[in-house]
């Protein structure tokens, strides 16, 4: 039986702000495609390509990039942020069937970042993410503050700002192949180690403590935090099925990255806003 295969590529386009990172995003889009022979890797001055622009290091003609996933094709716009510009922004919105709108963590909504979701929403862009980009250069809470400004913008522009999906990221270490610093600490080299899989023990706050209500079973994901680090962990719970509010349990814990930890190393879990429980690292796992 033959396979059908829709010809129509998506036409996505990063928008927002001056400087808050589109052509970065674009370039490392490519990059993180190319590594995977999806996407021909362009590096930022290929997309930035025009003489002024190189000059004057910003974005002025729209830049159509093509790029592919496992699922679908992409002709990608990446549009001029600066003010003066708009004129192309539009001609280059119009292609545009959904948006990634990037907002620097360092900066915040700024005028261009409402300036262009307006325009989004004029010429009828229905699908819109947000990038919260250059989180290696902006502390956590400034992050989540800026993604609370920016689903609220949304929200009143008439776009559903709860729903939004919002990522968080950095273009730049994406297209340099670096990892974000979002925990870093000072010791003798060789002296500590950074370890993804570890034991702990752990004691789980009940209501009254201000934790949860409700018991927990294995693979939950969990907010880790120790000394400088906070990272995404999944837990299991070794021999028995959950965990109630009150107790005290061993846990195994696995860390999306690897953090500096070592045996003996408090932390704290939090899931959401509430703290879930307190530990200490009795193992690390190979
Ligand atoms: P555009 O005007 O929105 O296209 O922004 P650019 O992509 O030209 O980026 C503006 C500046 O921000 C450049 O100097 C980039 O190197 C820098 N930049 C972009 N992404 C990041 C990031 O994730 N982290 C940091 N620290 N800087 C970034
Ligand atoms: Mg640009």
Redesign the pocket.
């Known amino acids: 039986m033959a396979t059908f295969i829709s010809a129509r590529a998506l036409a996505p386009g ?1 928008i ?13 889009i490519t990059k993180v495609l190319a590594d995977k022979k999806l996407a021909a890797a362009k590096k ?1 001055a290929d997309i ?1 390509n025009a003489p002024e622009e190189k000059a004057r ?3 002025i003609n729209v830049a159509h990039i093509e790029y592919q996933t496992e699922s679908r094709h992409y002709g990608h716009t ?1 549009c ?3 003010a003066d510009y708009i004129k192309n922004m539009i001609t280059g919105a119009a292609q545009m069937d959904g948006a990634i709108l ?1 907002v ?1 963590a ?1 900066d915040g909504v700024m005028p261009q970042t409402r300036e262009h979701l307006l325009l989004a929403k004029q010429i009828g862009v229905q699908h819109i993410v947000v990038f919260i ?5 902006a502390d956590k809470e400034m992050a989540e503050l800026v993604e609370m400004e920016i689903r609220e913008l949304m929200t009143e522009m008439g776009f559903d700002g709860e729903k939004v999906p919002v990522i968080l ?7 340099e192949g670096t990892k ?1 610093e979002i925990g870093m600490i000072m010791c003798k080299p060789g002296s500590m180690k950074a370890h993804d899989s570890l034991e702990a023990q752990v004691y789980i706050l009940n209501k009254e403590e201000g934790g949860r209500a409700k018991p927990f079973t294995s693979f939950i994901q969990l907010q880790m935090f120790s000394k400088t680090w906070d990272c995404a962990a999944q837990v299991t719970i070794p021999g028995k099925e959950m965990v109630m509010p009150g107790e005290d349990s061993q846990l195994q814990l696995k860390m999306m990255r690897p953090m500096v930890v070592e045996q003996g190393q408090r932390f704290t879990l939090r899931d959401g806003f509430l703290t879930l429980g307190t530990g200490v690292v009795t193992k690390i796992l190979p």
């Not at 980009?133 to 250069?137: I, T």
């Open positions: 990063t927002g702000h001056v400087d808050h990172g589109k052509t970065t995003l674009t370039a490392a930022y930035d290091g910003i974005t990446d001029p942020g600066h990037v620097a360092t980009n250059k989180v290696d250069a990221g950095s273009a730049l270490c994406a297209l974000p």
